[in-house]
């Protein structure tokens, strides 16, 4: 795992205050407060783009959704539902306002924008057969409440993932959920307490990044039950 220094280091970049973003042709404006997107993003993002992650006739929930590129790419691929959550009011109504702009208006049965903290608002009895998460997992302090909602929440709200997706059987049968962890986070903790739940860990894709983040090394991860 990266010390602290490095951890605070390689988070400067991260970008909260509004701005255009673009992927593959993929218009986004992001409001202020809410993540621009950046490379640990794209990790998911590429991996639904290219089919790693395949979505076809799948019911997906993206948890986190930020600025909504999830649940667009999730469309794009076929998904037969869509979840997009986040405790941020102002992430949830980007991501819808992204995803109507992109793929057209949302179907009310099937295209489902809620605010909530972690899976508190998904209607009781839903499954997925997909659920992605590029969760807030870095384990600093910062004074900034954005900072610390979309990078600094630790090893805690990971925990709480899994045990509300295992506690309420979230995972349809042969479901996954598929997340992105670096040496910027507890990835042995995390995992072991996936491990301890009854997830079964499969690493997707590891990737790793050109100089001044060079000491990263990201993990695409699919966990099954
Ligand atoms: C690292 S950002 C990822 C955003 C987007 N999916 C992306 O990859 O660009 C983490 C997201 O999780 C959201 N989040 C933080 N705590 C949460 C919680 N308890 N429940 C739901 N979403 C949460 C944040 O608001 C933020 O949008």
Redesign the pocket.
């Known amino acids: 795992m990266l010390s602290p220094g490095e951890i605070e280091q390689v988070n400067r970049g991260t970008k909260v205050l509004g701005g255009d973003y673009v992927y593959r042709g993929l218009e986004l404006t992001v409001p202020s407060g809410?993540?621009v997107?950046?490379g640990?993003?794209e990790v998911?993002f590429d991996a639904l783009h290219d089919g790693l992650v395949g979505v076809q006739g799948a019911s997906v929930v993206?948890?986190?959704?930020?600025?909504g590129?999830?649940p667009v790419l999730a469309r794009q691929r076929g998904a037969r539902e869509i979840y997009a959550?986040?405790?941020?009011e102002a992430?949830v109504a980007s991501s819808l306002a992204s995803f109507e702009r992109h793929t057209g208006p949302r179907d009310p049965e099937r295209h489902h924008f809620l605010v909530?903290?972690?899976f508190s608002a998904l209607p009781p009895g839903r499954r997925a057969d997909v659920i992605l998460f590029?969760?807030?997992a870095n384990p600093l302090r910062s004074d900034d409440p954005d900072l610390t909602?979309?990078?600094f929440?630790g090893s805690a709200?990971m925990v709480s993932f899994f045990d509300e997706i295992a506690s309420r059987e979230l995972l349809a049968p042969g479901g996954r959920v598929v997340t992105v962890l670096s040496n910027a986070s507890n990835l042995q903790g995390i995992t072991a307490h996936a491990l301890r739940r009854g997830f079964k860990p499969e690493l997707l894709r590891r990737k790793t990044w050109s100089a001044p983040y060079d000491k990263i090394l990201t993990h695409l991860l699919s966990f099954t039950l």
């Open positions: 809410v993540l997107p950046g640990t993003s998911i993206v948890m986190g959704c930020g600025a590129v999830e959550m986040d405790i941020h992430s909530s903290d972690l590029n969760p807030p909602r979309v990078n929440s709200i």
